[in-house]
């Protein structure tokens, strides 16, 4: 992710956030980044969020008075309890300035449940606790920020090209959505 904003942008900054042994090894040796702008990888938990806004990488790599894009694309239907999500996600958006942007993204059952819950069960089946969600729910997840057009909606149907607005609701399983900090 880090290679294509720094294209658009040479001067971004970048902290990925993981504890996964293994994409701590490939992190480390992946994590190039332009010289005008850096990177930088957090081995901690997502539903940590006090150990990630006081980790040394996070404070080395942003200016937290300038605004900041949090991206939860593809980690939330890992964690099963609303609620705590709701939590993390208040969290980590307090100490951002006005401007900064929440892009997130989830699994939904809305338009295939049949298939999706038969993949939510295989994955719970092998001790990964995914979960699908409602549009409401995902809603809920931005409460206080300022959806951005065209809102939560299917990720082929947010500013599709052409390949995308070519795909049926049917064909995709997440939803997704960015909003800003007023």
Same mark, same amino acid.
Do not use: C
């Given at each position: 992710?880090?290679?294509?904003?720094?294209?658009? #942008? +040479? =001067?971004? /900054?970048?902290? %990925?956030? @993981?504890? &996964?042994?293994?994409?701590?090894?490939?992190?480390?040796?992946?994590?190039?980044? #332009? +010289? =005008?702008? /850096?990177?930088? %990888?957090? @081995?901690? &938990?997502?539903?940590?969020?006090?150990?990630?806004?006081?980790?040394?990488?996070?404070?080395?790599?942003?200016?937290?008075?300038?605004?900041?894009?949090?991206?939860?694309?593809?980690?939330?239907?890992?964690?099963?309890?609303?609620?705590?999500?709701?939590?993390?996600?208040?969290?980590?958006?307090?100490?951002?300035?006005?401007?900064?942007?929440?892009?997130?993204?989830?699994?939904?059952?809305?338009?295939?449940?049949?298939?999706?819950?038969?993949?939510?069960?295989?994955?719970?089946?092998?001790?990964?606790?995914?979960?699908?969600?409602?549009?409401?729910?995902?809603?809920?997840?931005?409460?206080?920020?300022?959806?951005?057009?065209?809102?939560?909606?299917?990720?082929?149907?947010?500013?599709?090209?052409?390949?995308?607005?070519?795909?049926?609701?049917?064909?995709?399983?997440?939803?997704?959505?960015?909003?800003?900090?007023?």
């Amino acid at each position: 992710m880090h290679e294509v904003v720094q294209q658009v #942008a +040479p =001067e971004s /900054r970048v902290v %990925y956030v @993981d504890n &996964d042994p293994i994409v701590l090894v490939h992190a480390r040796a992946l994590l190039t980044s #332009a +010289p =005008e702008g /850096r990177t930088a %990888y957090l @081995d901690a &938990d997502f539903t940590d969020p006090g150990a990630i806004l006081e980790s040394e990488q996070l404070r080395d790599t942003f200016d937290l008075r300038r605004p900041v894009a949090l991206s939860l694309i593809a980690i939330v239907h890992f964690i099963p309890d609303d609620g705590v999500v709701q939590t993390v996600i208040d969290q980590l958006m307090a100490p951002l300035p006005p401007g900064s942007m929440l892009a997130l993204t989830t699994t939904t059952a809305d338009f295939t449940p049949d298939e999706v819950n038969a993949g939510v069960a295989s994955y719970r089946a092998n001790g990964i606790p995914l979960t699908a969600r409602d549009r409401g729910t995902v809603e809920g997840f931005f409460k206080g920020l300022d959806l951005l057009d065209p809102g939560v909606v299917l990720a082929h149907r947010w500013h599709p090209d052409e390949e995308a607005a070519a795909l049926s609701d049917r064909q995709v399983y997440m939803y997704s959505g960015v909003a800003r900090k007023p």
